[in-house]
T-cell receptor
Framework: DTAVSQTPKYLVTQMGNDKSIKCEQN?????MYWYKQDSKKFLKIMFS???????INETVPNRFSPKSPDKAHLNLHINSLELGDSAVYFC????????????FGPGTRLLVL | AQSVTQLDSQVPVFEEAPVELRCNYS??????LFWYVQYPNQGLQLLLK??????LVKGINGFEAEFNKSQTSFHLRKPSVHISDTAEYFC???????????FGQGTRLTINP
C-alpha cells in the first residue's frame, strides 16, 4: 500500500501551459505539504495545510495554487508555467505539525521546455 | 534567521568504513532535529529524529546521531557502511515557534567497493 502517492510521476510541458499535480495520503494524517527540490537537490517548503486549512504559504508566486478538497488530498495547480518551475515537487504528510515525522511521496519531476 | 548547514556536499567512503555526515544549525532556542535519506529517484524517508531527552539518537539501518547543544550540531554516524547506503542525506530542523521544516543542502554519500 502506498502511503503518500503523487500523480503524475513525470510531467513535461511547454512554457505558458497550466498543469496540476495530485497528491493523496492514506495514513489518516491531518497535515499535508508541498516541497520543491531544485536541480541542486535543495528542498524548500511551499505550502502546508492542516485539516484543509492553509497554515504555511512561503514566498511562492501566486501562479502556484494549492487546493485541499479533503484531509487526504492536496493538489497543486500551476498557471503559466515558466522555465524556472522545472524541479521535483514532493508531497508529504504528517499527523500534526512540529515534531511529527513527515512521510514523503515519490515526487513529480516537472520539466518546462 | 534559522538555518541548517551541512558542511559536506559529497562524502565518498569505502564499504565497511565508518562515516560521519556533519550538520550544524543556527539557533539559541529549543529545536527539533531530523535526518532524512533520499535514495535515487525516490522520496525522503526519516532516518531518526531528536525531540528531547537522550542526546544520542538511534535510527534505522544502523545510523545514529548525537545532539550537541553547545556546538549546535547534530552529526550523523554509522560505524560500517554498505553499498546500499549510497544516497542523499538531509539534515532538517524545526525551530520552536516556527511551523516548518527547514532542510540543509544535503550530503551525497557514495560508497565505493
Amino acid at each position: 500500500d502506498t502511503a503518500v502517492s503523487q500523480t503524475p510521476k513525470y510531467l513535461v510541458t511547454q512554457m505558458g501551459n497550466d498543469k496540476s499535480i495530485k497528491c493523496e495520503q492514506n495514513l489518516g494524517h491531518d497535515t499535508m505539504y508541498w516541497y520543491k527540490q531544485d536541480s541542486k537537490k535543495f528542498l524548500k517548503i511551499m505550502f502546508s495545510y492542516n485539516n484543509k486549512e492553509l497554515i504555511i504559504n512561503e514566498t511562492v508566486p501566486n501562479r502556484f495554487s494549492p487546493k485541499s478538497p479533503d484531509k487526504a488530498h492536496l493538489n497543486l495547480h500551476i498557471n503559466s508555467l515558466e522555465l524556472g518551475d522545472s524541479a521535483v515537487y514532493f508531497c508529504a504528510s504528517s499527523q500534526g505539525i512540529l515534531q511529527e515525522t513527515q512521510y514523503f511521496g515519490p515526487g513529480t519531476r516537472l520539466l518546462v521546455l | 534567521a534559522q538555518s541548517v548547514t551541512q558542511l559536506d556536499s559529497q562524502v565518498p567512503v569505502f564499504e565497511e568504513a565508518p562515516v560521519e555526515l556533519r550538520c550544524n544549525y543556527s539557533s539559541s532556542v529549543s529545536v527539533y532535529l531530523f535526518w532524512y535519506v533520499q535514495y535515487p529517484n525516490q522520496g525522503l524517508q526519516l532516518l531518526l529524529k531528536y525531540l528531547s531527552g537522550s542526546t544520542l539518537v538511534k535510527g534505522i539501518n544502523g545510523f545514529e546521531a548525537e545532539f550537541n547543544k553547545s556546538q549546535t550540531s547534530f552529526h550523523l554516524r554509522k560505524p560500517s557502511v554498505h553499498i546500499s547506503d549510497t544516497a542523499e542525506y538531509f539534515c532538517a530542523a524545526i525551530i520552536q515557534g516556527a511551523q516548518k521544516l527547514v532542510f540543509g543542502q544535503g550530503t551525497r554519500l557514495t560508497i565505493n567497493p
